[in-house]
């Protein structure tokens, strides 16, 4: 607000109370009116299910064909995933001998061992931002020398995650709208707390650690969401960009944490392909898991199964 004059700034501070007063009234009616009467199911049910499926995708896909596609998919990751954590795994166990016929929990000890291996690197608890720039000039780079895609002329700035953004995800891509020209595109890293203890952030950095900040750095900025929407508001119309898919933007960025992979990104080190596949069944997961829970009538306890394990 510093470039506000003070009329100006007066209007934004009374709008600004006017909209926090009417919050906390539909907070007190929702709390106090809907909760205390609502009695339906969350689960929406197959037929309406069905209907935002179409309208969200825009496919003629029917709910099973997805779920048939996701169930193949989810095996096929699992057994990538398997595969490359054995050589992970051998590079810290040279003479180890695996059975021909490994059971399901012995495939899943081997990618849990492939991951905490891989878990080990990671940033500082202070050096979160450096590492998202470095890694951005990189796979910038890195698209430039395998001629993977046009790079991006549009300003992009790696910032930190403004407080009201932040416990919702680790880091977004704001772009400019399709109307905009010459704006800035913003890669939001969130911080650690500064409250947080020593055994918090040694299990956020677990999870986030260098190889899924690469992955990130990937799917929100390049050749991902910034790269592409920089790309698709200037071509081929402002129609096509007011008229854009939710669905292909993220299909993209998906996508193209896989190409940079393939074409190996960090000289094709296993370690980055296996949190590339890490990242990518949880796409799958989340498709299995939207139909499950609102036609299925899966449990919260299958959901969290599912997802950790």
């Known amino acids: 607000m510093g470039s506000l004059d003070s009329k100006e700034r007066k209007r934004l501070e009374d709008a600004m109370a006017s909209a926090r007063a009417a919050l906390e009234v539909h907070e007190t009616w929702l709390k106090e009116k809907v909760v205390t009467v609502a009695k339906a199911n969350f689960r929406i049910g197959a037929e309406l299910f069905d209907q935002k499926l ?4 825009q496919t003629p896909l029917t709910r099973l064909q997805v779920k048939e596609r996701a ?3 989810f095996k096929r990751c699992r057994k990538e995933m398997y595969d490359v954590s054995k050589r992970i795994y051998l590079k810290q166990h040279p003479f180890t001998a695996f059975p021909e016929k490994p059971s399901e929990d012995y495939r ?7 991951l905490e291996i891989t878990y080990q690197d ?6 979160i931002v450096k590492a998202a720039e470095e890694q951005v000039a990189y796979a910038n780079q890195f698209i430039k020398d395998n001629h993977i895609v046009t790079p991006a002329t549009e300003p992009l700035e790696i910032i930190l995650m403004p407080v009201f953004q932040r416990g919702v995800s680790f880091a977004y891509c704001d772009s400019p709208g399709p109307l905009d020209r010459g704006l800035k595109t913003y890669y939001a890293v969130s911080p650690i707390p500064e409250d947080w203890t020593d055994t918090q952030v040694k299990s956020f950095l677990r ?10 750095s990937m799917h929100e900025a390049i050749p991902g969401h910034y790269l592409q929407l920089a790309h698709a508001n200037k071509y081929p119309s402002t129609l096509r960009a007011l008229l854009s898919s939710g669905t292909f933007i993220e299909g993209w960025a998906v996508y193209s944490e896989r190409v940079m992979v393939d074409a ?6 296993d370690r980055m392909r296996l949190i590339n596949l890490k990242w990518y069944l949880r796409g799958i997961t989340n498709a299995m898991i939207d139909q499950a829970i609102h036609v299925d009538g899966m449990t919260e306890e299958e959901a969290m199964r599912l997802m950790i394990e």
Request: hydrophobic residues 35%; without cysteine; glycine residues 12%.
């Open 54 to 57: 179409s309208f969200a995708l």
């Open 71 to 73: 169930d193949a998919e």
């Open 108 to 114: 899943q000890a081997i990618i849990r061992s492939g």
């Open 122 to 127: 990671a940033p500082t608890r202070d050096g």
């Open 207 to 216: 999870e986030y650690n260098t190889w899924s900040m690469h992955d990130l």
């Open 264 to 269: 190996g990104y960090l000289d094709g080190d």
